[in-house]
């Protein structure tokens, strides 16, 4: 995808282009936090990021409706994503599963047929190699081996965890039903938001759970009541009870 130039004349639409991005994070997992963190304004369809050096530090997120863009650029612009403030603009350009909707997409095998310059053809195979790649490798080393939460040996999954008498409120929420490729990292941008919090800990050998922890019960109870039910995936809406200690 092209980059997008600067300033106000780019008309707002459904894809938001992101830059000042930590450029140490893995891309898959740079991806998957992205996912989370704008997933609560509405359905995504895509999000792109490349590992090429030109596209460094930089991603696309790819809504279905164009307020869910808008929504994210005016709420999101600034948050500290990986200890970086995010800059967001509306992007130029139209993303492939966009064009594919509206009957404008052309595929990239005949865009470089009229492409006389050697060096962007190399680049663009490139960039669609990497879109190709899927899974890293290295990343699915840590979490390809976890099974689905369907299998995982607890009784009854995850519903049976849910305390039959819930704990009083307290300053550390339980949360539950979450996708197996969940990382901390995920977790503290969506908690992060709110004021008091602490820290993530998840627990290992159990995926699927972790706590949050705020400075008092009046902050936790902010943060859960914010977040409760919101989806990290579209099949697994969070469950958030206080812990029990």
Known sequence: MAEVTTGNEIPPNVTIYINNLNEKIKLEELKKSLHAVFSQFGKILEVQAYKTLKHKGQAWVVFEGVSSATNALRQMQGFPFYDKPMRIQYAKTKSDVIAKGDGTFVPRERRKRHDDKAGKKKKEQHDANQAGMGLNPAYAGAYGAIPPLSQIPY???????????????????????????????????????????????????????????????????????????????????????????
């Open 155 to 245: 009784p009854g999954g995850v519903k049976s965890m849910v305390p039959e008498a819930p704990a009083p409120p307290n300053n550390i929420l339980f949360v539950q039903n979450l996708p197996h490729e969940t990382t901390p990292m995920m977790l503290q941008m969506l908690f992060y938001q709110y004021p008091g919090f602490k820290e993530v800990r998840m627990v290992e050998t159990k995926p699927g759970i972790a706590f949050v922890e705020y400075g008092d019960e009046m902050q936790s109870t902010a943060a859960m009541q914010a977040l409760q039910g919101f989806k990290i995936t579209q099949q697994n809406p969070m469950l958030i009870t206080y812990a029990k200690k």
